[in-house]
Nanobody, 123 residues
Framework: QVQLVESGGGLVQPGWSLRLSCAAS????????MGWYRQAPGKERELVAT???????NYADSVKGRFTISRDNTKNTVYLQMNSLKPGDTAVYYC?????????????????WGQGTQVTVSS
């Protein structure tokens, strides 16, 4: 089993910054892509940013230039630095990891999700 634990959410004013963290633990052989998604009330979950094990990144157009995703492979942790926050960024943020695990018959990959952390941007 694998667990993803997020931290760093909160209530901030427009223009402020927040840094989210997500640490993976459990039966991990390796982690491929990691990412952040968000879901605002009444809307579908959407991609915010992803990062490969080699460090290649991808961002939603709405956050390009304001958000930065990074990871520490030695800690199985992914981060999301969010700057110049806007009210439209208000949502529950979820981290995602594609984890390779070792079992008796070999290895398999599975997607895991964190429990979510609330980010609220309001004056």
């Amino acid at each position: 089993q694998v667990q993803l634990v997020e931290s760093g959410g909160g209530l901030v004013q427009p223009g402020w910054s927040l840094r989210l963290s997500c640490a993976a633990s459990g039966s991990i052989f390796s982690i491929d892509d990691m990412g952040w998604y968000r879901q605002a009330p009444g809307k579908e979950r959407e991609l915010v940013a992803t990062i490969t094990s080699g460090g290649s990144t991808n961002y939603a157009d709405s956050v390009k230039g304001r958000f930065t995703i990074s990871r520490d492979n030695t800690k199985n942790t992914v981060y999301l630095q969010m700057n110049s926050l806007k009210p439209g960024d208000t949502a529950v943020y979820y981290c995602n990891a594609n984890v390779e695990q070792i079992v008796a018959w070999g290895t398999f990959k599975e997607d895991y999700w964190g429990q979510g952390t609330q980010v609220t941007v309001s004056s």
